[in-house]
Nanobody, 125 residues
Framework: QLQLVESGGGLVQPGGSLRLSCAAS????????IAWFRQVPGKGREGVSC????????KYADSVKGRFTVSRDNDRKTIYLQMNSLKPEDTGVYYC??????????????????WGQGTQVTVSS
């Protein structure tokens, strides 16, 4: 079973950058689509970015296009989310999620059945 652990969150000033990592274990990662979601208290999870098993398909939410970049290293079993030009509205708990899925990925949480525990990102001056 796919297990995921996020890291790299923290406190950053507006305009700053962070790189989140999602470490996978339990199975070979190269058959899994991975997505990043974020959640703030009182709201549902928002899909931020997703990447297919071989990085051939990538999608971003409109709110992060041009600022966030998702990538993966299947040999190292790690997925990354580089976040630049951060805004206060990017604040939230960031989760990575995985699904056994060849070729595509999505920003809908119901497509994913393996989830990490989340890492807090706070953008504030």
């Amino acid at each position: 079973q796919l297990q995921l652990v996020e890291s790299g969150g923290g406190l950053v000033q507006p305009g700053g950058s962070l790189r989140l990592s999602c470490a996978a274990s339990g199975v070979a990662l190269d058959s899994y689509a991975i997505a990043w979601f974020r959640q703030v208290p009182g709201k549902g999870r928002e899909g931020v970015s997703c990447i297919s098993h071989n990085a051939g398909y990538i999608k971003y939410a409109d709110s992060v296009k041009g600022r966030f970049t998702v990538s993966r290293d299947n040999d190292r079993k790690t997925i990354y989310l580089q976040m630049n030009s951060l805004k206060p509205e990017d604040t939230g708990v960031y989760y990575c999620a995985g699904a056994f899925w060849i070729g595509l990925a999505s920003l809908f949480e119901t497509n994913y059945d393996s989830w990490g525990q989340g890492t807090q990102v706070t953008v504030s001056s």
